[in-house]
């Protein structure tokens, strides 16, 4: 991605109403360099398409789940295997409306902006290890699992072991695809790539956890980039430093055996 391109990134990110397949089409375009400005419309073009293919006049959240399931996990065979776990193309959006399929949260993310633009009641819904769409009050509203082709997880209160289920917001959305990113590159040494860049766009959002500038600088100094990384771990521990003395002198000394790496 070009320095322009993560700047509207970062723009969009902090904007009022953050764009979500905005957000998720420029951060495919990260990994695929392929993906220009008019394959990012032609993308946004098909969101618009099949939301066009839904009925009008819905009412309810068990009428909005029933007509886009039908649409996105039936007539158009949107959903998920095991296999698309291995693949990066998984987290792409273009690549997912191609190849109707990828990994929960993508396909939610199709669910979502295709509801979206048709008027429906839409959330999205963040559990442990999965990603599911509700429609309808998020209290009583209806819940579907996309990766499933959008099988059908009830209705009644939404609520997780950890108590009542909340909307997720877009960004977080956006952060949690990043994480899934760099979940599949650290398996993958390979791929250091792959994870130095999620994380530049992590640390593009507004809210992230502080924790994510030192992976990147250990990231960096796996690449090899021995000064850069013992910077930023040097910047990191005077952060940390603040309300962790014995952590941030941890930090220090993965600094200095960074630069002992040049000699």
Do not use: K
Not at 65 to 74: C, D, N, P, R
Not at 104 to 112: F, G
């Amino acid at each position: 991605m070009s320095a322009g391109a993560r700047a509207r990134f970062a723009a969009e990110a902090r904007s009022e109403r953050p764009d979500l397949a905005l957000l998720c089409l420029l951060l495919a375009a990260e990994a695929d360099p392929e993906l220009d400005e008019r394959g990012m419309d032609r993308a946004q073009i098909e969101l618009d398409r099949l939301a066009g293919m839904l009925p009008y006049g819905l009412r309810g959240g068990a009428a909005w789940a029933s007509a886009v399931t039908e649409l996105l996990g039936g007539r158009l065979g949107f959903h998920g295997t095991p296999a698309d776990y291995d693949r990066l193309s998984s987290s792409l959006l273009h690549e997912v409306l191609l190849r109707r399929r990828g990994l929960p949260i993508l396909l939610s993310v199709v669910w979502l902006e295709v509801a979206r633009r048709a008027g429906a009641p839409v959330y999205g819904l963040g559990l442990p290890g999965h990603f599911v769409v509700g429609f309808g009050d998020p209290e009583e509203g209806v819940v579907v699992d996309p990766f499933a082709g959008g099988a059908s997880l009830g209705a009644g209160p939404a609520e997780s072991a950890s108590g009542p289920r909340t909307p997720a917001r877009t960004l977080d959305i956006v952060l949690r695809i990043l994480n899934n990113i760099r979940a599949w590159a650290a398996t993958r040494p390979e791929q250091s790539a792959v994870a130095l860049w999620a994380l530049d766009l992590s640390l593009l959002l507004p809210s992230h956890p502080a924790s994510l500038r030192y992976e990147r600088a250990r990231v960096l100094v796996e690449r090899g980039q021995f000064v850069a990384g013992a910077a930023e771990l040097d910047a990191y521990a005077e952060v940390v430093g603040a309300v962790d003395a014995a952590a941030a002198a941890r930090v220090r000394a993965e600094a200095l055996s960074a630069r002992a790496l040049l000699n």
